[in-house]
């Protein structure tokens, strides 16, 4: 929540690190338990919790990936409205998205063509090999059964493509809510519902369309509707002042409490709900999963939201260095973590593996513990120092251009250009390492 007397690129939103980080942990917790199986139960003073259900449904948290992705990406452009702060064109963005997402992503698909798919034999011709390798690099692999559910190169990925895909219409829909914000918001969730709504009754086999990027539209959406109303409600709470301004923000802390804590709840009736669908098959759990959607969606956005205004203590387990870590790394943590559960469940441990409790608690703590170091590795080695080239090269670009055009730069005025929840080379010594700032050229997205 604003405090009173800060400037507008020095709001602290950094309960955003911690949904972030712990939606990638749960989703890496459920594919490395997909191999190990371990229990999900924790006993205290006697007393067992089972979190069983919770862990079978956590795939559904990239919704909430995606939930978080439109949030951060329209978060720039709500600033704008409230503030007048400066965004990047339509050039700036696009490399921007190329220089978070591709140095990562070409990794990931290159060691895993030239180590696992190639050496193993995995395609069965040349031309299926190379429209797989075609279709990841155009980010179309999603569009076809063979590149997507069954393809060698890190199925994982396919949240990568969806991204990219909404990207590419992303400038379009923030033109659209600059003319007609509501009818543009309402356009995009009436788009996702119906696209569910109509393939559910149409369609019998939904293995591929069940994650589309039109079917995600409504879950942007909601997450650009989360950015205008931080927003506005920080812009209100800096202005509130005297007596009547604690008092406003002391009910909004208490709401924001009750909101959060109610989410919660409901959060875990929905993980409850869609993990007993899946007792029915997997046609009936991808059914659950198309029509807990919105709900889940909701849910998140509630929660999301709720979050930056509540008491600074209870924000602590949510912001603190851990997470903020985490959040740093966690795209190379989502990309690497299932293939290497695999790898070492088939490689590195006996077929006892899923009935052994010591054998499945080393397992878990190995996966978990060599994911987090490759992510870093990559992070820190790789992702990290191609943003800054690229950035480097986007500059020096517009430098030449002024130069010999004698034009002024295009996009120059925007803020620094790293991912709000990425604590990038460029932003350092400009607040606290905490501070989730309101990043023009930035935006955020499931990594």
């Known amino acids: 929540m ?11 939103v950094g309960v955003w690190y911690g949904f972030r980080a712990l939606m990638v942990l749960f989703v890496c917790n459920f594919h490395i338990w997909q191999q190990g199986w371990l229990a999900q139960s924790i006993t205290l003073f006697g007393h067992t919790w089972n979190f069983d259900y919770w862990t079978r449904a956590s795939y559904v948290f990239v919704d909430g990936m995606m939930l978080m992705s439109g949030l951060l990406l329209y ?6 409205q409230a503030h007048g702060t400066p965004v990047p064109d339509t050039g700036k963005f696009y490399w921007n998205r190329l220089g978070r997402i591709v140095p990562s992503y070409l990794f990931s698909v290159l060691v895993m063509l030239f180590f696992v798919a190639l050496p193993l034999g995995a395609y069965r011709s040349d031309a299926a090999r190379n429209f797989d390798i075609f279709t990841h690099l155009t980010f179309t692999f999603t569009f076809f059964r063979e590149t997507y559910i069954f393809t060698p190169l890190n199925v994982v990925l396919w949240t990568v493509a969806i991204e990219m895909q909404f990207y590419l219409i992303f400038p379009l829909l923030v033109r659209a809510m600059r003319r007609q914000p509501w009818v543009t918001l309402c356009a995009m969730a009436a788009a996702g519902v119906l696209f569910r709504a109509i393939l559910m009754h149409t369609v019998s086999d939904l293995l591929v369309l069940l994650n589309q990027m039109p079917s995600f539209l409504d879950v942007y959406a909601l997450g650009m509707l989360g950015a205008l109303l931080y927003v506005k409600l920080e812009k209100m709470l800096s202005q509130a002042t005297g007596f009547e301004g604690r008092a406003l923000r002391r009910l909004v802390q208490a709401a924001a409490v009750i909101v959060f804590a109610v989410g919660c709840m409901a959060l875990s009736m929905i993980l409850r709900a869609q993990a007993i669908s899946g007792t029915a098959g997997l046609e009936s759990l991808r059914l659950s999963q198309w029509t807990l959607r919105l709900p889940l969606a909701l849910t998140l956005f509630c929660i999301m939201l709720a979050a930056p205004f509540m008491p600074r203590i209870l924000q602590k387990p949510l912001d603190n260095r851990l997470m903020r870590f985490l959040a740093v790394i966690s ?11 695999v790898f070492i469940a088939r490689n590195l441990f006996p077929t006892t593996l899923h009935y052994e409790l010591p054998l499945q608690q080393a397992f878990t703590l190995l996966c978990f513990s060599l994911s987090i170091l490759i992510a870093m590795a990559v992070t820190y080695g790789l992702e990290q120092p191609a943003a800054k080239a690229m950035e480097w090269f986007y500059q020096t670009h517009l430098r030449h251009k002024e130069t010999v055009n004698h034009e002024g730069p295009k996009g120059t005025e925007t803020m620094p250009t790293a991912d709000p929840l990425r604590d990038s080379a460029t932003e350092g010594g400009a607040g606290a390492p905490g501070d989730v700032r309101a990043s023009a050229g930035a935006g955020g997205d499931l990594s």
């Open 2 to 12: 604003q405090v009173p007397g800060k400037t507008v690129d020095r709001q602290i």
């Open 331 to 341: 795209f190379n943590l989502y990309i690497w973590h299932q293939q290497l559960s």
């Open 75 to 80: 978060l720039p452009h709500a600033r704008r």
